[in-house]
């Protein structure tokens, strides 16, 4: 069961990353109504990251849900750069990448 909040926190994220960056392809469509659509997704982000949140924190603390939501937010951009947005993937991010998760991993060290 300590699978399920990682997977609903997955989903989540993959609103979330819509909701406030997939707007960018679309910049000639007006501040407000891409702010409208935004709100709307967010609607389905939260739908999944309360109860990801709810039910992992039978299984994990606090700052390890926020560190677990913090890693998969960036394994989700990463494709959602590469993939929607059309961004080229640098060395330098996978560096990055590793020395934040070389960070996380310091959070679930007992």
């Known amino acids: 069961m300590r699978v399920l909040p990682i ?9 979330m990353t ?10 000639s469509t007006s501040l407000a109504l891409v702010i409208l659509i935004s709100w709307g997704i967010a609607f389905f982000e939260y739908c999944f990251q309360v109860p990801a949140n709810r039910i992992g924190s039978y299984y994990f ?11 998969i937010t960036l394994a989700v ?13 640098r060395w330098s991010y ?17």
């Open 7 to 15: 997977l609903l926190l997955t989903i989540s994220n993959v609103f």
């Open 18 to 27: 819509f909701a406030w960056y997939g707007h960018l392809r679309y910049r």
């Open 61 to 71: 603390t606090g700052v390890q849900l926020k560190t677990i939501q913090e890693v």
């Open 77 to 89: 951009f990463v494709g959602f750069s590469v993939w929607y947005l059309k961004e080229p993937f």
């Open 94 to 110: 996978l560096l990055g990448f590793a020395l934040i998760a070389s960070g996380a991993a310091l959070i679930f060290n007992k």
